[in-house]
């Protein structure tokens, strides 16, 4: 299948001073953000070859432009195009690269070999594995040429040491809302060695209408993908721009998602894993420092086409049945070589985090370790968090400030009504902030577990959801809230194939997000509940400027502290509800120096609205 990216050969006369002088083959168009694919001829091995590929082998290639140096991991391609032949052999090592910059690069290539070298802390002394060793060599890269959602017309998005995180080219900050659920996504039958225990595979049907031909490039083997291709459509339609992932979940909830080779057939394993927890079959029935390198280029896909779409990749990398498993929990060969083959192969996309555990239970003094490997090796800085059980995030308190290199808290919550989320959010933005180092704090799985975001049939209205977790979070300062789907309803945590479920709520999260993308710097504002008088209100502010107020009870007349100034005051109201235009309240002007009333709203006094007070010009 024609793919829509450029295929060419970079021409050794003019970019190539390698002395062996191999041609190297590039898959992307040479251009800033976009996704550039060094395609190197290296020795002819395979998955299961005696002298493993994955662990005996190590590329590394170094990318300069002027002050910018980035060293980034390779990973073993079997023929180079494993999506479409399922081929477990060959003799191609790939590179994929992002670059940030205009204008000509260098690159270096390093391919060393020997025993573990892979995850080797240093390589002085490691032996050549010849081939496109010290080959170096040049190209330019220019402006991108896309536009709108798509994450290459925003650049990547980094932590500032700021609440939120930025997009490094549109110089945008960033909220995400959408869907946490189901964390088994990649349990896909149309993935190399896709596996069905315990009945949660998945087809993804319901969306096969959403796909368009805007996804036709990133459909495998003619006609797989399709639909899960279209769930993510339908996603970006809602204007939704988020999705989480499992990538290892062989003793968790589903057992199906795994990036590793598997040493019986899928049968055997089916059978195994659904009658009994994984931690045997992770030492009896994987090849655990092997990896199935047609179903990971086969994920590739998919987050190739999110990103076109504007997605936040979440990568959750463990759960609390799997952070033990590999090295029997004490961080090593297994744990590091998982970590690189995420890294070299996803690492360049441009907007995502990785999260080192969801519901982490492990010891700190091993997640310290983790955390410290993934940050030295990911040379993009990608967001870095860890999630946690809601009754055990006093952990966080061992990761903020200079404790480690993880940037932001990926929070559970577990009130029924999410009472919980807004004062949680506060708690760990106040606590991280003292430390000097703010964190990015986002709910990543709001409500009770067999209740949470229950589907619109259920909860047409949703007022707890909207008023106390979507609102609660962004009023307190969280950068977004991803959705976990109760495991009592249909389409849940692990059943969900169909994201219109949910339909009536997406609307009300793309009208938070219009509010605070088109109406408030809410990047410069701090939340401070205490400037207004209701018990039941959250309050955002820059103060002597701008406020934000959300009342879950539009009536109760709310009061708000505005301070020492005399400066003049606009008074709009905004229904989360129903979104569209700002609206007119009682009042329309206010005047500073006091503690005013601020009216009553537009309409349906006894609903939530969000009240937004502006300095006037």
């Not at 349990?187 to 315990?198: C, G, H, M, Q, R």
Request: hydrophobic residues 35%.
């Amino acid at each position: 299948m024609l793919r829509y990216i450029t295929t060419f050969f970079l021409c050794l006369t003019l970019f190539n001073s390698c002395k062996q002088k191999q041609d190297i083959k590039v898959d992307g168009e040479l251009k800033k953000w976009h996704r550039v694919t060094f395609n190197f001829e290296g020795p002819e091995t395979s998955e299961l070859a005696e002298n493993n590929p994955f662990l005996n082998y190590r590329l590394d290639v170094t990318f300069k432009n002027k002050d910018n140096t980035f060293v980034i991991p390779g990973f073993y391609g079997a023929d180079g195009n494993a999506a479409e032949t399922s081929s477990d052999k060959g003799n191609v090592w790939k590179v994929r690269f992002t670059p940030n910059a205009v204008g000509e690069w260098t690159y270096t290539v390093s391919f060393k070999k020997g025993e573990n070298i892979a995850i080797a802390a240093s390589l002085d002394g490691a032996e050549s594995a010849g081939f496109m060793n010290g080959q170096t060599g040049k190209f330019n890269i220019s402006e991108s040429d896309k536009t709108g959602i798509d994450n290459r017309a925003k650049g990547r998005l980094q932590y500032v040491g700021a609440s939120y995180l930025k997009f490094a080219e549109s110089q945008k900050y960033f909220i995400k809302l959408g869907v946490d659920a189901p964390e088994n996504l990649l349990a896909f039958t149309d993935f190399d060695v896709s596996t069905n225990a315990l009945g949660f595979q998945k087809q993804w049907e319901p969306h096969a209408k959403d796909f368009n031909e805007s996804a036709e490039p990133f459909v495998w083997q003619e006609n797989k993908g399709k639909n899960l291709l279209g769930a993510i459509n339908y996603l970006a339609s809602e204007e939704l721009n988020v999705f989480s992932f499992l990538t290892f979940n062989v003793d968790g909830d589903d057992r199906n998602v795994f990036p590793h080779l598997l040493k019986v057939p899928v049968e055997d394993y089916e059978a195994y894993a659904s009658v009994k927890k994984n931690k045997e079959a992770w030492e009896t029935m994987f090849h655990k420092t092997r990896f199935d390198v047609s179903k990971l280029d086969q994920w590739e896909r998919v987050f190739e086409y999110a990103e076109t779409k504007g997605m936040f990749l979440h990568f959750k990398t463990h759960e609390t049945e799997t952070d033990h498993l590999m090295d029997k929990g004490i961080f090593g060969i297994e744990g590091k070589l998982y970590y690189r083959e995420l890294i070299a192969r996803f690492g360049h996309h441009l907007s995502m985090n990785w999260n080192l555990g969801e519901e982490n239970n492990q010891p700190i003094s091993e997640v310290l370790k983790v955390a410290n490997y993934v940050s030295k090796l990911d040379a993009y800085n990608s967001h870095l968090v860890i999630h946690t059980y809601p009754n055990k995030d006093d952990r966080f308190a061992e990761f903020i400030g200079d404790q480690s290199p993880l940037t932001g808290a990926s929070l559970q919550l577990s009130h029924p009504e999410f009472n919980d989320v807004h004062p949680r959010v506060l708690k760990w933005r106040e606590k991280s902030n003292a430390t000097g180092r703010k964190w990015a704090i986002a709910v990543d799985e709001p409500g009770k577990a067999n209740i949470a975001l229950l589907p619109d049939d259920e909860d047409a209205e949703h007022n707890f959801a909207r008023s106390r977790a979507l609102w609660g979070t962004l009023m307190a300062g969280g950068y977004g809230v991803e959705w976990y789907f109760g495991y009592a309803s249909p389409n849940s945590d692990l059943t969900c194939q169909d994201f219109r479920s949910r339909d009536l709520f997406w609307d009300q999260n793309r009208y938070a997000l219009q509010f605070f993308n088109n109406h408030i710097p809410f990047w410069e504002m701090t939340p401070n509940d205490n400037l207004t008088s209701d018990d039941v209100s959250y309050c955002l502010a820059k103060e002597g400027e701008i406020y934000v107020i959300y009342t879950e009870s539009g009536a109760s007349n709310i009061r708000l502290n505005l301070g020492n100034t005399d400066n003049q005051f606009t008074v709009k109201w905004f229904d989360p509800r129903n979104g569209g235009e700002l609206q007119n309240g009682s009042l329309t002007s206010l005047k500073g120096g006091s503690i005013v009333e601020l009216g009553i709203p537009p309409s349906e006094t006894e609903k939530d609205w969000v009240i937004l007070i502006k300095k006037s010009e």
